[in-house]
Nanobody, 125 residues
Framework: QVQLVESGGGLVQAGGSLRLSCAASGRTFSSAAMGWFRQAPGKEREFVATISRSGAYTDYGDSVKGRFTISRDNAKNTVYLQMNSLKPEDTAAYYC??????????????????WGQGTQVTVSS
């Protein structure tokens, strides 16, 4: 069992930065691939980034490549999403997710078993 709690969302101007954190409880965190997804009102859940168990492998959605960075600290049971050069179209609820069955995360939200409650990111123009 893994419980996830996101934090760090808020209101920021276009071009600004935010750092999201996802704190996990449970002993399986270090054995879980982790992912970030986002969902805007009226839109489908969108893949943002994923990181492997060790942190050595990462992947990003095309819309955030070069601007967002995912990382993890297994000693602190925390995964991060550093978001730079934010755009109004990045406005969404951001969710972290855990997949304890895979070494490497996937881009499919259906593959993730555990989810946080989400944190809102709003980017003003």
């Amino acid at each position: 069992q893994v419980q996830l709690v996101e934090s760090g969302g808020g209101l920021v101007q276009a071009g600004g930065s935010l750092r999201l954190s996802c704190a996990a409880s449970g002993r399986t965190f270090s054995s879980a691939a982790m992912g970030w997804f986002r969902q805007a009102p009226g839109k489908e859940r969108e893949f943002v980034a994923t990181i492997s168990r060790s942190g050595a492998y990462t992947d990003y959605g095309d819309s955030v490549k070069g601007r967002f960075t995912i990382s993890r600290d297994n000693a602190k049971n925390t995964v991060y999403l550093q978001m730079n050069s934010l755009k109004p179209e990045d406005t969404a609820a951001y969710y972290c997710a855990a997949d304890p069955t895979r070494t490497y995360g996937t881009i499919r939200y259906q593959d993730y078993k555990y989810w946080g409650q989400g944190t809102q990111v709003t980017v003003s123009s």
